[in-house]
C-alpha cells in the first residue's frame, strides 16, 4: 500500500508501469482533517475515474472518525483494519479483481 499525501495523484508516476505488469491497483482515499468531521477530497473521485482505477473512499472517514476503531487518533486498531480491509475486498470484488 502506497500513501501520496495531501496531494491526490502525487504518487502516481509508477502507475503506468503497473498497468503494463497487469498488477490491480486501488485508490484508497486518506481523509483529510475538516471542522466538525473528517472529509474526502473530492479529487480523489475524479483521479480514480480519469485513470479507470477502483476507489474505495468511505472507510477511513468512517473508521477514524469511532474511538472503538483506533488504536490512536490518526491509526485504525485491529478491528479498523479488520473493517477496512473488509471494504478493499468488496471494491475488488467489484472491480473484477477478485
Same mark, same amino acid.
Given at each position: 500500500m502506497t500513501f501520496f499525501g495531501d496531494l491526490p495523484g502525487r504518487g502516481l508516476r509508477g502507475f503506468? @508501469?503497473? %498497468? &503494463? %505488469? /497487469? !498488477?490491480q491497483v486501488v485508490l484508497v482515499t486518506v481523509p483529510a482533517p475538516a471542522p466538525l468531521?473528517?472529509? #474526502?477530497a473530492q479529487s480523489y473521485d475524479t483521479l480514480a475515474s480519469?485513470? $479507470? !482505477?477502483?476507489l &474505495? #473512499? *468511505?472507510a477511513l472517514a468512517h473508521i477514524l472518525s469511532r474511538d472503538k476503531? *483506533?488504536? /490512536?487518533p490518526i491509526h485504525p486498531n485491529a478491528d479498523g483494519? %479488520?473493517? @477496512?480491509a473488509e471494504h478493499i475486498m468488496q471494491v475488488l470484488i467489484q472491480? $473484477?479483481?477478485l
Open positions: 503506468p @508501469l503497473a %498497468r &503494463e %505488469r /497487469d !498488477i468531521r473528517l472529509r #474526502n480519469e485513470l $479507470g !482505477i477502483p &474505495e #473512499n *468511505k476503531l *483506533k488504536a /490512536d483494519y %479488520r473493517l @477496512l472491480s $473484477g479483481a
